[in-house]
């Protein structure tokens, strides 16, 4: 488990992280959405151990991440950049990392590059960007790592390719409970492999959630009522600003279903029906909710 304590980092005057606090749990693949500079890359540096944070604290397991190699070794950071031996192969690339992580499996990475069609002898930097992200994914699963920590890891890759690159995380995270940490500025991206959603915003964790929790707690109702009430209230439950069209109203209601569905029932409603939103959708309600425009802080 990751554990987040008032982290802050800056760059001369410019806040990069500010104050922040987050958990992520064991077996979680944990979606960090934010829009360019918003701070994602240098939170994920921090807790790959990279940088070191201004104040604040990073835990894993209980164990400081900064200056710790055992705690290191159980993590691995694919950058948004990606790194490799000058010159090297994908062979020449796992030799080294099998000295770095203990549990680094080299007949792993040659059976990942062979699913990718990546030939393991040639030099990466002869591949395509494309390719390239394909090498880093296959070095890093490899590794074995507790904790994979992915900056825009999914740019650069076909739709296919990506959703084959999603299948081998989540058959990762199923078979021994490894922790991941997806970072985007796209939210479509992450909503079909995530269980648990964060946006960041100019350093700032401005909401995060339970993907369950999300759907099950807000949705559109869409209702024939015989008399509008003067105001859509009852406590429990958050209503958006309704939509009206003669008898008919549509609006978004968070809160409990049931709650929900008693409050319609109460008000005579003639016909009424739950239609769920998007994760985006949900996002953007829940943001406009804390007054940001959040359709420009997410893609």
């Not at 290191?72 to 950058?79: A, C, N, Q, V």
């Not at 950049?81 to 990392?97: G, K, V």
């Not at 809160?255 to 994760?279: H, M, N, Q, S, V």
Request: proline content about 3%; hydrophobic content about 40%.
């Amino acid at each position: 488990m990751f554990e987040i304590k008032d982290l802050s980092k800056s760059y001369g005057t410019v806040k990069s992280v500010d104050s922040l606090f987050a958990t992520i749990k064991k077996g979680s693949i944990f979606g960090l959405v934010g829009s360019n500079g918003s701070g994602k890359s240098t939170l994920l540096r921090m807790m790959a151990g990279i940088l070191k944070s201004d104040s604040g604290e990073i835990t894993v397991d209980g164990e400081p991440v900064w200056e710790n190699p055992s705690a290191k070794e159980r993590i691995f950071y694919l950058s948004d950049d990606q790194f490799f031996l000058a010159h090297s192969t994908i062979r020449e690339n796992a030799a080294y990392l099998s000295s770095v992580y203990p549990r680094f499996d080299r007949k792993k990475a040659e059976e990942l590059a062979g699913q990718f069609g990546l030939p393991s002898t040639r030099k990466i930097n002869t591949f395509s960007k494309g390719m390239q992200k394909q090498a880093s994914v296959v070095l890093a699963l490899a590794a074995h790592p507790d904790y994979l920590l992915c900056d825009e890891t999914f740019d650069g890759l076909d739709p296919v390719m990506r959703q084959f690159v999603k299948r081998l995380i989540a058959a990762e995270v199923a078979e021994r409970s490894m922790t991941v940490v997806l970072a985007s500025h796209n939210l479509r991206e992450l909503e079909d492999i995530c269980d648990h959603l964060a946006l960041l915003h100019k350093g700032e964790m401005l909401f995060e959630s339970e993907i369950d929790t999300l759907k099950d707690n807000v949705r559109t109702v869409q209702a024939v009522l015989r008399e509008l009430p003067e105001k859509f209230e009852c406590e429990g439950l958050r209503f958006g600003e309704p939509v009206i069209r003669g008898s008919m109203i549509s609006c978004v209601v968070t809160g409990d279903e049931e709650k929900c569905r008693r409050y319609f029932d109460d008000l005579g409603a003639e016909f009424f029906e739950f239609i769920p939103l998007t994760i985006e959708e949900i996002f953007i309600t829940e943001m406009e909710e804390k007054g940001y425009d959040a359709k420009h802080l997410i893609g």
